[in-house]
Structure formats: C-alpha cells, structure tokens
C-alpha cells in the first residue's frame, strides 16, 4: 500500500521533491533501525526512484547509498551503470559492489567509469589485474597513483607490454620499488628508443649519433640498475638481457670493469649452461686456460677472452691483497696490458676503445663527486 501511494506520488510531484524524497529514504535506510517490512518497502521505493526520469533524484540516490554497507546490490548496479554523474559516487565508493562487478565495469571500456574503479581506496589484486589488462591509459595511470592499493608484478609487467611508450605511464612505473628489474630494464630501451627518435635529439645532434648516445646511456642505466637490485632478481634480468640479446662482449666487460662480480658471474652462467658453483669456481680460483675456455663457451673469439681473462685476474688479486682498488685503476690497467693486442686485433681494438670511454667516464664522475664533497665541507 505505501509503495502504491509512493508511485501516485511521484507521478505528480515536483522535480525538488523527489530529490527530497530520496535523500530522506536513503538516510533513514542508512540508519538501519527499520524491520524486515519496512526495509523491503525501502528497498521498493528505492528501485522506483532508480528509474526516475530526473538525473538529479538519481544522483540523490547514489549520494546516499554511496557509502552504505548493507545498500542493495542490485540497485547499486543499477546505479553504477547510469549516466557519469551518477554511476561515478557509486563505483568509487559503494562497499556493496563485488569484485565480480568492478571487473565488468573496466571490462566494459568505458574510460571515465574505469577511471572511478581506479580511485577506489581499496581494490583486490583480480581488479588492478583487469584495469591492467583492458583498463584505458588514464584509468591505469589514476590506478598506478593510488598509494591504497597493490598490484601485482605480473599486472605491472603488463602495464609496461601495453603502455611503456606512453612517457606519463613510464614515468609512474620507474618510479615503483616493486618494479621487476627486467621490466624496469626494458622500459630503459624504450625509453632510449624514444629519445633517439625524437625530433629534438635528431636535429640537435644527428640520427646515428643520436642513437649512439641513447644507446650507451640505456646500458650505463642498465649496468647502474645491476649494482642495486637485489640478488635474487638477478638472474631475471640477466635471461631478460640474453633473450634480448644485450648480452654482448661490450655489455660484459663494463660489467667486469665496474666490479660487478655477481651479476657478470650469472650472465657467464646463462651464455655458457654451465653450474653456478662451476662458473663462481673457474673465476675465483681457476686457471687461465680454465677462464679462456669459459669465455669462449659464452661466444667470446680467442681475441677477446684474453681481456676479459686480464679483467678477471685483476679483481680476484685485488680481493684476494684486500687493496684498494677501483674501476678507474682496473680500466687503465686493462688497457696498458692491451695496448699491443689491439693494434693487431680490430675487435681488442673497438673494445678497448669502449674501455677507454667507460674510463673517461669514471674519472669525469670522480671528479664531480670530490667536487659536491668539497662544497658541502665548505658549506
């Protein structure tokens, strides 16, 4: 009977009315203090109101079941799939929405409605799964900002496949501690793919030199990303580097210069098939003839085993004296022990040029560290 005098009702009254009605039902319905017969008929009265012609009495709606636990779900559906200003309150807020019905929601396409699913303070990792796999960039970016939820390493290696030419969502993933290192990694190609393309390098210093640059400032990136991560997500980044066939003589050797033990240690394990404990024993305490036949089973010529063969033993007498050393003294030292090689071999000679470079560097870095240690004495 009341359902039918509310229906009468409302066919009649104004606009403003029906928008205080709503408010009023929702509030009282909030409270919870009603019995069985009157919570149905709230409920009744409720589902009348979702069809309202008036936006304005459906937002009224939203407004007050919003944030309410026990709101009916299926009017909260209702809701969440009306018009963007009054779906949106309910699809950021309402508790009553499931897990099942936030992935409908993103998997329906709809940017701005996904876009509310994101800025929810609490999403289950099966959520920020589906935002990751179908969410639209500006859903993903909202839900890559929002310090309340986690997201898998799985969804986040997703994001980076789908989005990690898009310089906003680059920027957010680099800036994760959880990021997995190889996707952190392939993010520095792209990046560096980006920057060598781009019309402002090409114009300022040339296409192939520009390239050049980029490239050595991925693998400098790269090398500094192998001296922070930690131990187990080493061997990840190393198969990632190999399938991606960045593990060249290059790529090595400045890992070996810079004192990088474990990390070129696990990349000889990956080139070569070889055991952990076999490769770690040929380096620490094996003979050269034992280090050149290693160097050559990862694809080194018999050229190039012999500096990396120098670069080994220079380390491991280093430890073994507990001397001071650095990547500056191992670098000119390579190069000294060297020089003759590459005058008869091109390939010793266009590494030892990269050692020369990474030596430079080094130096230029030294000085500018002594530089802001100076400073900050005198300040």
């Avoid at 900002?145 to 898998?152: E, F, L, P, R």
């Amino acid at each position: 009977m009341i359902i039918k005098s509310f229906l009468k009702w409302s066919e009649t009254a104004k606009t403003g009315d029906r928008v205080k009605a709503a408010a009023a039902l929702t509030r009282a319905y909030a409270l919870g203090h009603m019995d069985q017969s009157d919570r149905h008929a709230a409920e009744a009265a409720m589902a009348l109101l979702m069809e309202d012609p008036s936006p304005k009495v459906r937002v009224a709606l939203a407004e007050g079941l919003a944030s309410v636990e026990h709101a009916p779900r299926g009017i909260m559906l209702g809701l969440a799939n009306d018009q963007i200003e009054v779906a949106g309150r309910v699809i950021a807020l309402s508790p009553a929405l499931a897990d099942n019905d936030l992935i409908e929601i993103v998997a329906s396409g709809r940017p701005a409605l996904q876009q509310f699913v994101a800025f929810r303070r609490s999403l289950s990792v099966l959520v920020t799964a589906a935002l990751a796999e179908v969410g639209e960039a500006k859903a993903v970016a909202d839900m890559l900002d929002n310090v309340h939820v986690a997201i898998a390493r799985i969804s986040l290696r997703r994001i980076a496949e789908r989005f990690g030419d898009e310089s906003e969502i680059r920027a957010r993933l680099f800036e994760r501690h959880d990021l997995p290192c190889d996707v952190r990694q392939a993010l520095v190609e792209r990046l560096g793919a980006a920057l060598a393309g781009s019309d402002l390098v090409r114009s300022a210093i040339g296409g192939s030199r520009g390239r050049k640059v980029t490239e050595e400032a991925c693998m400098n990136a790269t090398l500094r990303m192998a001296e922070t991560i930690y131990a187990d997500e080493i061997p990840a980044l190393v198969e990632h580097l190999r399938i991606s066939g960045r593990l060249t003589p290059a790529f090595l050797i400045h890992a070996l210069c810079a004192g990088n033990v474990d990390f070129f240690a696990s990349a000889v394990v990956s080139l070569s098939g070889m055991s952990d404990s076999r490769v770690r024993g040929i380096l620490v305490d094996g003979r050269e003839t034992a280090m050149r036949a290693l160097y050559r089973a990862i694809g080194l010529s018999g050229d190039l085993a012999p500096v990396f063969v120098s670069a080994t033993l220079i380390w491991r007498a280093a430890s073994r004296s507990q001397s001071s050393i650095d990547t500056g003294r191992v670098t000119d030292e390579l190069i000294r022990r060297h020089a003759r090689d590459a005058e008869r071999h091109p390939a010793v000679g266009e590494l030892l040029c990269l050692v020369e470079t990474m030596h430079f560097n080094w130096h230029r870095q030294a000085s500018r560290d002594y530089a802001h240690a100076l400073a900050a004495e005198a300040a």
